[in-house]
């Protein structure tokens, strides 16, 4: 069983930046790939940004590469998204989820563990 809490959303400015942060407790943190995903109102979830379980691999959205960086301190449990240079289309939910095996995933089913997730609101 893995518990995921997110913090770090708000209120910010177009161009501006968040880092977003997903500490996790439970056993074998580092047996599970992580990912950020973000729900837009009206919208469905959607997958923004995974890791790998060593760090080592990443993947994004077209729509956050170049301005989102995904990374992750096993030590500490935790996950963190970089956003930089946000624009109001960012603005969401979002959550950080966890799934158990050795690559990085993009699909909402591959996900184990779920977050209650953080708002990011961006403004123009």
């Known amino acids: 069983q893995v518990q995921l809490v997110e913090s770090g959303g708000g209120l910010e400015q177009a161009g501006g930046s968040l880092r977003l942060s997903c500490a996790a407790s439970?056993?074998?943190?580092?047996?599970?790939?992580l990912g950020w995903f973000r729900q837009a109102p009206g919208k469905e979830r959607e997958f923004v940004a995974a890791?790998?379980?060593?760090?080592?691999?990443?993947h994004y959205a077209d729509s956050v590469k170049g301005r989102f960086t995904i990374s992750r301190d096993n030590a500490k449990n935790t996950v963190y998204l970089q956003m930089n240079s946000l624009k109001p289309e960012d603005t969401a939910v979002y959550y950080c989820?966890?799934?158990?095996?050795?690559?990085?995933?993009?699909?909402?089913?591959?996900?184990?563990?779920w977050g209650q997730g953080t708002q990011v609101t961006v403004s123009s």
């Open positions: 989820a966890a799934a158990w095996g050795y690559s990085v995933y993009d699909r909402l089913g591959q996900y184990d563990y």
């Open positions: 439970g056993r074998f943190f580092t047996n599970y790939g």
């Open positions: 890791i790998s379980r060593s760090g080592g691999s990443t």
